[in-house]
């Protein structure tokens, strides 16, 4: 079977922002505590933050990094995590019932940012609070001194602002689980006003809205016309959130999860627009789409008020890591629109890395195709009209047997192919023709592929799913021509 398609500068969709390979890091489970930060780990640093989450971050390539939460926010009092940590005040964390003791708080984040190298994005509880205490954390993290809450960051240690450009007016506000849940029209009203008032403090943030918190959500759309309506004007970004398992074995429409967050990804963008139009706005609305990934471990309410339990510590397989590779197609494919993204989350919790307590820290089978996507998709997005076989779905009818999407650098020349084979027992030949780009020539393709689709890494056999050099394709009349194992991600790069 064959599927071809073509690249060429001309058709280009747009720049690919660095803000979309972002992350999350949750007060949930051991992402904080146990993950960033192990202050009795050996390897942890003098702030108590494990070196080789660090390390591992930086090798991610990871831009941004989302935090306090996450369902976690919506009964957050970030006044808890700031000053003396044996004065910080222990409370129940209600989202996930753990005992929350604060020992990290906004300054220990902001810290951890810059010696991550990535740019913090804030949330702001409008759960059970409200426009006084969103703006005056604003003040504590950006206003430069002479204030109240400025002068008390400075006297806890941090004399320049942090600074926190992004910052995310609450979370999943659509969703009945949440803490303080709210209607479309009240949260659209309360983020509204908590948006000017932010503003106020410094004018120079970008805020995103809650969008809903997945497709499936009875208001989705409705969510988002009705909070845009009342927030367009204040707001540079409405979030997207979805999750992605198989669902009574069914690994082939798994494969074509993507197709969901395409359709996910087009509708919010057409709601936007549909605002826009309405409100005879000039400014396009773009999409933050912060919470992405697999996820199997369903939230129980089985559990103690202890600190950082074990939860939602997903073993991903081969399988997880080509779907990962898909998402990250999507993403990349609406380039121009989507231009903020984090995967959800950084480590531990539905993470592509896993420590062990006091020991090493591994890379899970996601981390690969994000580190090759966040690598190599730079520059711009092109067009590429595939065109090839169709493989059936239950849950999308016949679907692309290729997932493809492909960047042009122009900056360093280089172009790259992301390629998923949707198939799970087919190989596919791709043919692309790069007659547009002068004298290309492939320099490598690499690919996550195997027999076994449950292959999984471990902390004992941490690189049994791990990409693979393939021969060197060839391009020939203008033809590159290369195959496709099934069930695989490919990166074939150009030069
Ligand atoms: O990422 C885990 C949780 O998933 C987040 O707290 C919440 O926003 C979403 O439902």
């Known amino acids: 079977k064959k599927a071809s398609l073509t690249l060429d500068p001309a058709f280009r969709?747009?720049?690919?922002?660095?803000?979309?390979?972002?992350?999350?890091?949750?007060?949930?489970?051991?992402?904080?505590?146990?993950?960033?930060?192990?202050?009795?780990?050996?390897?942890?640093?003098?702030?108590?933050?494990?070196?080789?989450?660090?390390?591992?971050?930086?090798?991610?390539?990871?831009?941004?990094?989302?935090?306090?939460?996450?369902?976690?926010?919506?009964?957050?009092?970030?006044?808890?995590?700031?000053?003396?940590?044996?004065?910080?005040?222990?409370?129940?964390?209600?989202?996930?019932?753990?005992?929350?003791?604060?020992?990290?708080?906004?300054?220990?984040?902001?810290?951890?940012?810059?010696?991550?190298?990535?740019?913090?994005?804030?949330?702001?509880?409008?759960?059970?609070?409200?426009?006084?205490?969103?703006?005056?954390?604003?003040?504590?993290?950006?206003?430069?001194?002479?204030?109240?809450?400025?002068?008390?960051?400075?006297?806890?240690?941090?004399?320049?602002?942090?600074?926190?450009?992004?910052?995310c007016l609450g979370n999943e506000m659509d969703g009945p689980w949440q803490?303080?849940?709210?209607?479309?029209?009240?949260?659209?009203?309360?983020?509204?006003?908590?948006?000017?008032?932010?503003?106020?403090?410094?004018?120079?943030?970008?805020?995103?809205?809650?969008?809903?918190?997945?497709?499936?959500?009875?208001?989705?759309?409705?969510?988002?016309?009705e909070v845009l309506e009342h927030t367009y004007d204040v707001v540079d970004y409405v979030s997207l959130h979805s999750y992605y398992r198989p669902k009574d074995g069914d690994f082939a429409s798994f494969l074509a999860s993507g197709v969901d967050m395409d359709a996910m990804i087009e509708s919010v963008i057409a709601t936007c627009d549909y605002v826009k139009a309405k409100t005879r706005s000039k400014k396009s609305v773009n999409l933050s789409y912060d919470e992405w990934n697999v996820w199997y471990h369903v939230p129980g309410d089985e559990r103690e008020w202890v600190t950082g339990p074990a939860l939602f510590e997903d073993q991903y397989s081969l399988a997880d890591a080509v779907v990962v590779g898909s998402l990250l197609n999507s993403l990349l494919r609406r380039a121009d629109r989507v231009t903020m993204a984090c995967f959800a989350q950084l480590v531990n919790v539905i993470a592509p890395m896993t420590t062990v307590p006091g020991g090493p820290a591994y890379r899970q089978s996601t981390f690969h195709p994000m580190r090759l996507a966040f690598q190599y998709g730079t520059g711009a997005t092109l067009r590429v009209e595939p065109t090839g076989p169709q493989v059936d779905t239950p849950d999308f009818g016949p679907v692309p047997q290729l997932d493809c999407t492909a960047t042009l650098d122009e900056e360093n020349g280089s172009a790259a192919v992301f390629a998923v084979n949707r198939s799970l027992t087919e190989p596919l030949l791709v043919e692309v023709d790069v007659r547009a780009l002068k004298d290309a020539r492939a320099v490598e393709h690499v690919a996550l592929s195997g027999d076994d689709r449950d292959a999984a890494n471990t902390a004992e056999q941490p690189d049994r799913v791990a990409p693979r050099v393939q021969d060197t394709p060839v391009v020939e009349d203008g033809t590159l021509r290369f195959e496709l194992a099934p069930m695989s991600y490919n990166v074939v790069r150009l030069a």
């Open 13 to 167: 969709i747009g720049a690919v922002d660095p803000r979309v390979r972002g992350s999350f890091v949750e007060h949930l489970g051991r992402c904080v505590y146990g993950g960033i930060y192990e202050p009795d780990h050996p390897g942890a640093d003098e702030d108590g933050f494990r070196a080789d989450v660090l390390d591992l971050t930086r090798e991610l390539g990871v831009t941004t990094v989302r935090y306090p939460g996450g369902n976690f926010v919506s009964g957050y009092q970030w006044e808890d995590g700031i000053g003396p940590r044996a004065e910080r005040p222990h409370r129940l964390d209600l989202a996930w019932k753990t005992l929350e003791t604060n020992e990290v708080g906004v300054d220990e984040f902001a810290t951890w940012c810059r010696k991550a190298g990535v740019e913090p994005m804030m949330a702001v509880n409008l759960g059970t609070r409200g426009v006084q205490e969103a703006a005056a954390l604003v003040e504590y993290c950006n206003h430069p001194a002479g204030t109240y809450w400025s002068d008390l960051r400075a006297k806890y240690g941090a004399k320049d602002p942090h600074d926190i450009r992004i910052w």
């Open 179 to 225: 803490i303080a849940h709210k209607t479309a029209r009240d949260y659209g009203i309360l983020a509204n006003q908590t948006a000017k008032a932010m503003r106020l403090v410094d004018p120079n943030l970008e805020l995103v809205a809650c969008g809903s918190s997945n497709r499936a959500m009875p208001t989705f759309g409705s969510w988002e016309a």
